[in-house]
């Protein structure tokens, strides 16, 4: 069956079924994929109808999925309101420019080598970002291989022809009743079919379903000759939650991580033989707060600052004893000597259209920072004071930045809305990795400006205020 070309859209867009591209027997796949999976993927995309035509509303998960011999590339896009009719060479400039983005983002948040496709400077080709995904976990399930897999020890029931482990009374009588020269018995095994090593081999066969690439279908293939005879294993979202790794299975954690994003995320159609659903899809709020605190803790830890992901806070609770307290939690929070500045990233335009249909200022996004410069402020460290706060906003187009300060005599912190570079796109829509080094580089100096201006104004003011005094 011949590969249709891949279909691009942007996060939050409608995709309407057509005869040409994404027909009708896409539509009804991706349907009874969201069906089978009890409608819990409705977060990632839906069915709707706009116009007369049902189609897929996508929303705000970015990535890729694969419908039968169909690729849909979801690329994000912060500026929601922007114009999506551009058509020819500059649509085509767009959608690489963003793939080469969203791509970077991913590289640095999941450590993924996007020089593992091709040289550094790399023109893009379909399924690049799906094939990035299947080589690392083809790279990692190389690593182990050459360590070797582990063995474990496993209990095995079996009818067999000399008495190994214990006797099963029962079975025997039942099993055995007329061959006596038999035994029904339990005995211990140490062999490599566990559940970690079926999960890995279970996910190289997924691969070869996946992937249109007859060079990852290959060393999928090739990587399976390598696997000793393993039984199949039922796969649900609770099987991976309970593992728990040890020092001999340390190994192993990558690849497992790799591996339930793969099966996880597939749907094989049983019924009718390669009409196969995979998506890999990633919700691109928490990929740019990720994307920006990995930027921010490689760069500023080694300037005298401590950057922290996820500091949650207590800020109501109930009178009963034992009650769990109500929490909010900030991005980042970046200390430095004894100054806290507490970040909360957003992937969109600060703006929100007022009554008269202008922009205005994002109230919800003020109210949060409020709360975050009087919470924060409060905790066992009180040598470390919140004195100001900001919104991390993508630039999308050539927005300045925006200060300002909450009125609030007993606790006057400054409240500013920053907007960090994009990458601008090469003339030939090229990825080429010292450019996007140089983005990431740019996002932290950024910051880290902002952040040596305010403590040296904190530090003039502090100055200032005991000559006063």
């Not at 948040?109 to 379909?126: E, S």
């Not at 299975?249 to 591996?259: G, H, Q």
Request: hydrophobic share 35%; proline share 3%; net charge positive.
């Amino acid at each position: 069956m011949p590969v249709k070309k891949p279909i691009y859209v942007w996060e939050h867009q409608f995709l309407p079924i057509d005869n040409e591209n994404f027909t009708e027997r896409h539509f009804k796949l991706l349907v009874s994929y969201i069906e089978r999976q009890n409608r819990k993927l409705s977060y990632m995309f839906d069915t709707s109808c706009r116009s007369g035509k049902d189609g897929i509303l996508f929303k705000q998960y970015v990535g890729v999925i694969t419908v039968k011999d169909l690729t849909i590339y979801v690329l994000p896009k912060a500026d929601k309101d922007a114009k999506e009719e551009s058509e020819g060479d500059e649509k085509k400039k767009n959608e690489k420019l963003w793939q080469d983005r969203l791509t970077f983002m991913l590289s640095q948040v999941y450590k993924l080598n996007v020089q593992t496709t091709a040289p550094a400077n790399l023109k893009w080709r379909p399924n690049v970002l799906l094939n990035i995904f299947l080589k690392k976990f083809l790279d990692e399930v190389a690593v182990l291989l050459n360590r070797g897999l582990i063995k474990t020890y496993r209990k095995t029931d079996g009818n067999r022809t000399a008495l190994k482990g214990k006797l099963l009374f029962n079975k025997q009588i039942a099993v055995n009743c007329v061959h006596q020269e038999r035994f029904y018995v339990r005995y211990t095994t140490y062999d490599y079919n566990h559940i970690l090593n079926r999960i890995i081999r279970q996910a190289l066969l997924a691969i070869c379903d996946i992937t249109n690439s007859s060079d990852i279908k290959g060393r999928a293939t090739s990587t399976l000759f390598n696997f000793p005879e393993l039984d199949e294993i039922a796969v649900t979202p609770e099987l991976f939650s309970r593992f728990i790794f040890d020092r001999k299975s340390e190994d192993y954690r990558n690849v497992i991580k790799l591996a339930e994003m793969i099966l996880i995320n597939y749907s094989p159609d049983l019924h009718h033989g390669n009409n196969h659903v995979w998506t890999l899809m990633f919700d691109m709020n928490k990929l740019w707060e990720e994307f920006v605190y990995v930027t921010l803790r490689r760069k500023l830890t080694t300037h005298d600052c401590k950057v922290e992901e996820q500091d949650s806070r207590a800020f109501w609770r109930r009178t009963q004893v034992g009650a769990r307290a109500k929490t909010v939690r900030a991005d980042i929070v970046i200390s430095k000597g004894e100054e806290r500045f507490v970040l909360d990233t957003k992937w969109k335009t600060p703006y929100d259209k007022d009554s008269s249909g202008k922009p205005s200022i994002s109230d919800a996004d003020l109210h949060q920072m409020y709360v975050y410069s009087h919470i924060y402020k409060h905790d066992d460290d009180i040598s470390k004071n919140v004195k100001r706060v900001a919104l991390l906003y993508p630039r999308c187009n050539d927005e300045p930045d925006i200060t300002g300060y909450f009125e609030d005599k007993d606790n006057k912190v400054g409240c500013d809305m920053l907007f960090l570079p994009q990458k601008e796109g090469g003339s030939q829509g090229d990825v080429n990795e010292k450019e996007y080094v140089h983005w990431r580089d740019q996002i932290a100096k950024k910051i880290e400006t902002w952040i040596n201006v305010n403590t040296k104004q904190i530090n003039e003011s502090t100055i200032k205020q005991s000559l006063l005094g």
